[in-house]
């Protein structure tokens, strides 16, 4: 008996990678151990924030080897892309994640004011090998409302349409006050369904940073939902929910595996 044997006994369907964790700074060490353990569960690697730029640049170019040659997307945040635009250094922050291996950046209008042309950015980025993704919402100015969402639907769409892979909907750090989070940290699933309307799941990352708001994401989408900004020491746990093998998960309809007699194929 083997775990994937006991899985399909068990009814868990094989599941493609949905959740796109996040590096704040976590040592290459770190990085390579949890990549040993739990590659095969990631849809990409987000070496977050800024802090692979000061970090010292010969451990920043191991992490990134070492996600790459298991075979795993390594992005950016937007945050940087943002401070880059803000100072007029945007083409170098570009040659620098094409350098060092970045296979996609993250751009962003949360904080910096800048008005960027899509088609143009994403051209540049293009030019450089790099993938692009457009994270919608605002990082400082609280929870979307319903009347702002028309227009940050509109912008999201300006993204794909020049070429951006993927709309990430914001939730920083902390999941509340922020995107689709009031300021309790309740997920306010009419905004949230209103997104993955416009665009569908598949090209949807929901930022979910903290245990009650990927629960809430998943509770809600069920399987098929992709997260973002879930810590690597974090990951399992979000699967084993994601597959209704989590105490709080195996009573939900929509993830409790469907049973030896009747296992599900992969969703």
């Not at 105490?247 to 296992?263: I, M, N």
């Amino acid at each position: 008996m083997t775990s994937g044997e006991l899985l399909r006994r068990l009814g868990v369907p094989e599941l493609p990678p949905r959740t796109t964790p996040f590096d704040p700074g976590y040592s290459p060490v770190e990085v390579e151990s949890h990549l040993a353990q739990s590659a095969h569960l990631m849809a990409g690697l987000k070496i977050s924030m800024a802090c692979w730029i000061i970090a010292d640049e010969g451990q920043t170019r191991r992490k990134i080897a070492a996600v790459r040659a298991a075979g795993i997307p390594v992005l950016t945040g937007g945050g940087p892309f943002e401070v880059a635009a803000a100072q007029g250094a945007l083409p170098a922050y570009l040659d620098l994640c094409a350098t060092l291996g970045v296979d996609r950046i993250e751009v962003g209008e949360g904080f910096a004011r800048c008005a960027l042309d899509p088609a143009h950015t994403v051209a540049m980025a293009h030019e450089r090998g790099l993938g692009v993704q457009f994270e919608v919402g605002d990082k400082h100015s609280g929870a979307m409302t319903a009347e702002a969402l028309d227009g940050c639907l509109a912008r999201a769409q300006e993204w794909l349409d020049a070429g951006a892979a993927y709309i990430v909907v914001e939730a920083r750090e902390s999941a509340a006050d922020v995107g689709v989070f009031d300021a309790s940290g309740r997920l306010e699933t009419t905004l949230a369904d209103r997104f993955a309307a416009a665009f569908g799941l598949e090209r949807l990352v929901f930022e979910a940073p903290l245990k009650a708001s990927q629960f809430a994401m998943l509770d809600h989408f069920g399987a098929a939902v992709q997260l973002g900004n879930v810590r690597l020491e974090e990951l399992l746990r979000v699967e084993i929910y994601r597959r209704g093998l989590h105490a709080d998960a195996f009573a939900k309809g929509r993830l409790r595996p469907a049973g030896p007699s009747e296992a599900a194929p992969a969703r």
